[in-house]
């Protein structure tokens, strides 16, 4: 299995990386045992990935970050009142004092893993910009890996299993390697099923995305190519009119719209990719109007210029009946 790992990493574009940082506030103790445990963590992660995926992801060592603010002020700001700075749970200031930790931004072509003290069981996932993912977990994760339970954080419930953090860790990069939660597909999905883990299963389409994703070794997009925007919509219904957004599209550029299906005159047919090249039947300046195809799934969108391609960005594709909303 590492043989194999190894093998894999090494055709992988070295401009595409899992970064782990420990973020600590500044008036907590950081604990060896706590990286200890994410080290291991993202080797088994690695694994797990590989597993499932056929290849992973490349993890850079582990970064140790001493935030400048306390505790209370990255969870509600520098003017808290005694209620809010008393009450742990109450964080609306979290996720971005993180960001303001790590320097303001997070970096492009990186999938940024925050550990972050403090943080109790909140938890996000997210990519955009310039493929700049990130995934934040926090004390329930830490404390149930290096088995330290630092008075200072937010302890995990007495009955919860130790596995559930890593297995809500697993879905966070998920969402922050571009999987969506699924629509209109019943079973287990990697970005759903984290009660699960290590037993996680990942969707055929959570597969075909992470196959075709840069972080696992695809690569990132051909220069020269528009790049597709991450605030493209991540849905779309058959026959609507969909919006690419991307800079510089020209009216000879294809669409490419690929999910995970089987022909709909063999119900017993094997399931595989299924990619259908649209063209744009309108455009502006920074976005291109195509029409959903009918039949597409979860899965992803890419545009060809000849025989260069752009990016990946994942969108879920439903059909009228599925994308009705839940009475």
Do not use: C
């Amino acid at each position: 299995m590492i043989h194999s790992i190894l093998v894999a990493l090494t055709a992988q574009s070295s401009a595409y990386v899992v970064q782990p940082y420990y973020v600590v506030p500044s008036d907590f103790k950081t604990h060896p045992q706590h990286k200890a445990a994410i080290s291991r963590t993202m080797d088994e992660l690695q694994g797990w990935f590989h597993s499932r995926v056929g290849t992973s992801f490349n993890v850079r060592p582990l970064i140790e970050v001493k935030s400048p603010k306390t505790y209370v002020a990255m969870r509600v700001g520098d003017n808290a009142s005694p209620e809010d700075a008393a009450n742990k749970t109450f964080m609306p200031n979290w996720f971005g004092s993180l960001r303001e930790a790590l320097g303001g931004q997070f970096r492009s072509k990186q999938v940024s893993v925050i550990f972050a003290a403090g943080g109790g069981g909140y938890s996000t996932g997210v990519i955009s910009g310039d493929d700049s993912g990130v995934a934040v977990i926090g004390d329930w994760y830490l404390e149930a890996e290096s088995g330290i339970k630092d008075p200072m954080a937010i302890a995990a419930p007495a009955n919860q299993k130790r596995t559930l953090p890593t297995g809500v860790l697993a879905s966070r990069m998920g969402q922050a390697f571009g999987l969506l939660q699924p629509e209109g597909l019943s079973g287990m999905s990697l970005v759903g099923g984290f009660q699960a883990y290590p037993n996680t299963k990942l969707m055929h389409h959570e597969a075909l995305i992470l196959r075709n994703s840069p972080f696992f070794g695809y690569e990132g997009g051909d220069p020269g190519v528009p790049r597709i925007s991450w605030d493209s919509a991540d849905r779309g219904v058959w026959g609507d009119t969909y919006y690419v957004l991307a800079s510089g599209l020209s009216n000879n550029d294809m669409v490419e719209v690929s999910w995970m299906g089987k022909p709909t005159s063999n119900e017993n047919a094997t399931i595989k990719q299924v990619s259908v090249f649209v063209s744009f039947d309108g455009m502006d300046e920074n976005r291109g109007r195509i029409k959903v195809p009918t039949g597409a799934g979860n899965g992803f969108i890419r545009l060809w210029r000849g025989a260069q391609k752009s990016n990946m960005v994942t969108v879920n594709f439903l059909s009228p009946e599925q994308a009705k909303p839940k009475s």
